[in-house]
């Protein structure tokens, strides 16, 4: 009985060191398992260290971490945000680096430093800062891009004059959307400026009512074409419409703008009528050049001025009709008054006007019911120094060109004494007006193809420095 008591004990003993160790081994297993997922997840983030050690960048993303193995900085491997986005940080990038640029080259005291081989800019006294003048030209011809808008059927759109009044507005369409200028993109994202590619003189032509003065028919079709294209496109209302531009030439270019708030107080506007009293802002618009081409080409009589050094027999010449504020002023003072200046409403028809430019030592360009005229232009190809009897009138290109280096501004009330303040400037001071003016000429010229510095060149030029200073958050 004894053994066989000892026996079950010994068989119990034997079970239960079989359980403690079956549940040991299972603990065990457990701790193994458990411990080898903390090793590997060690192992894991010492991989990582290491790689970051190396210059690895980390991003979070929705399926785990994706790293960026970089030598150099160059990435290997990359998990980036949209192509628009990035097309866009980019650019914003190369602006800044534009702009620091032409700090850089604002301060430098020598220009002949900055400027290499460029035949055209050889006279510093005709720019505001020659040295940032030239480096932003330079930049936009690295960088800058326009996007125009395909929207919108000819003759209204996409068209525009290219000869006789006006000229500029079908011209710079024309150079921008058929000529052979590297400045416009197909890709929207790349693009620093959208254009409004719409012609204010052909909507006069073809929806305005003779003698109605009634420009709603052009307002409602500016208003359906910005509405068309911010509908279409996100870039209009990215902005607010600020890094968008439209280019009018007549008349009525900034009546036709109003059809928009932020086309009329944020967008760019190109305009010859660029008068102060009437909305134009200096900061953000642009005043151009109105040209008068007859048949589309600069008047042959003023393609080759005669030299510097020829004597002119007049002092002063104009001939024009009676409108405006000042025309009337100077007529009633001046008109055959007297032999040396050469005031006329109408030219007698035994009398050419571009000759009597060519024969002036002074041409007056008074404005009449608007600021702009095509004299001022024709001037400065004949070569004769323009005298602006103008107020508000914000003179074309002049966020580049110092315009008291090639021409003289008269007090409206300094009419009646207009000879007395043309005899004072003295030979010295006419013959470097006279040199300055000759100068400044490239500027004013339209060429087919567009050429550096031109007229074309300088209108994008001035459109590029409003787009340097747009900032957006």
Same mark, same amino acid.
Request: hydrophobic share 40%.
């Given at each position: %009985? ?48 290491? #790689?970051?050690?190396?210059?690895? &960048? ?12 970089? $030598? ?18 980019? #650019?914003?990038?190369?602006?800044? $680096?534009?702009?620091?640029?032409? $700090?850089?080259? /604002? ?24 040295? /940032? +003048? ?23 759109? &996409? ?5 006789? %009044? ?24 790349? /693009? ?16 305005? =009512? ?5 420009? @709603? ?5 500016? /208003? ?22 439209? #280019? ?31 909305? +134009?802002?200096?900061?953000? *618009? ?5 040209? &008068? ?29 009676? &409108? ?7 007529? =009633? !003072?001046?008109?055959?008054? *007297?032999?040396?200046?050469?005031? +006329? ?11 009597? %430019? ?60 207009? =000879?007395?303040? #043309? ?12 040199? !300055?003016?000759? @100068? ?6 339209? !060429?087919?193809?567009?050429? $550096? ?21």
């Amino acid at each position: %009985m004894a053994s066989l008591v000892a026996s079950v004990l010994s068989f119990c003993t034997l079970v239960f060191i079989v359980i403690v160790l079956v549940l040991s081994a299972g603990y065990f297993s457990s701790f193994m398992s458990h411990s080898s997922f903390e090793m590997v997840r060690f192992r894991r983030a010492a991989s990582l260290f290491d #790689l970051q050690s190396r210059g690895a &960048h980390f991003t979070a993303s929705s399926d785990g971490v994706t790293v960026n193995c970089s $030598r150099n900085s160059t990435p290997v491997k990359r998990k980036s945000l949209s192509k628009g986005i990035n097309k866009r940080e980019k #650019l914003k990038q190369g602006l800044a $680096r534009s702009r620091a640029s032409i $700090r850089r080259a /604002a301060l430098t005291q020598g220009f002949s430093s900055i400027i290499r081989n460029e035949e055209i800019l050889h006279q510093g006294d005709i720019y505001r800062n020659p040295g /940032a +003048f030239y480096q932003s030209y330079a930049e936009m011809e690295k960088k800058f891009k326009v996007y125009v808008y395909e929207e919108g059927e000819p003759p209204m759109a &996409h068209d525009g004059p290219c000869k006789e %009044m006006y000229s500029i507005e079908g011209r710079f369409i024309n150079e921008l959307e058929h000529g052979t200028t590297k400045f416009r993109t197909s890709d929207p994202d790349r /693009a620093h400026v959208y254009f409004l590619p719409f012609s204010v003189t052909l909507m006069v032509e073809y929806l305005y =009512k003779p003698l109605s003065y009634d420009t @709603a028919p052009l307002q409602r079709y500016v /208003a359906d074409y910005v509405k068309m294209v911010s509908t279409r496109h996100p870039f209009w209302n990215r902005t607010s419409g600020a890094d968008h531009f439209m #280019l009018a030439c007549h008349d009525w270019g900034p009546l036709a703008s109003e059809a928009n708030p932020q086309l009329y107080n944020r967008s760019i506007r190109a305009l010859c009528n660029a008068n102060s009293s009437e909305g +134009f802002n200096p900061q953000k *618009d642009v005043s151009i050049p109105e040209l &008068h081409l007859c048949g589309g080409y600069i008047p042959t009589k003023l393609r080759n001025p005669p030299p510097l050094t020829e004597t002119r027999p007049h002092l002063a010449f104009f001939a024009g009709g009676v &409108h405006g504020p000042i025309r009337p002023i100077l007529l =009633k !003072n001046w008109k055959g008054r *007297d032999n040396d200046m050469k005031v +006329f409403e109408y030219l007698p028809k035994k009398l050419d006007y571009y000759s009597l %430019m060519l024969q002036s030592k002074f041409c007056l360009c008074p404005s009449g019911y608007e600021v702009a005229s095509p004299r001022v232009v024709e001037s400065i190809y004949a070569e004769c120094i323009p005298v602006i009897l103008s107020e508000n009138f914000v003179l074309p290109l002049s966020d580049v060109l110092r315009w008291e280096s090639f021409s003289v501004q008269v007090n409206i009330s300094d009419i009646p004494r207009l =000879k007395e303040v #043309l005899r004072s400037i003295s030979e010295e001071k006419y013959m470097k007006l006279k040199e !300055n003016l000759r @100068a400044v000429r490239g500027h004013f010229m339209l !060429n087919i193809p567009a050429k $550096r510095f031109d007229a074309f060149h300088m209108i994008l030029h001035s459109i590029w420095l409003r787009r340097l200073n747009i900032g957006f958050s």
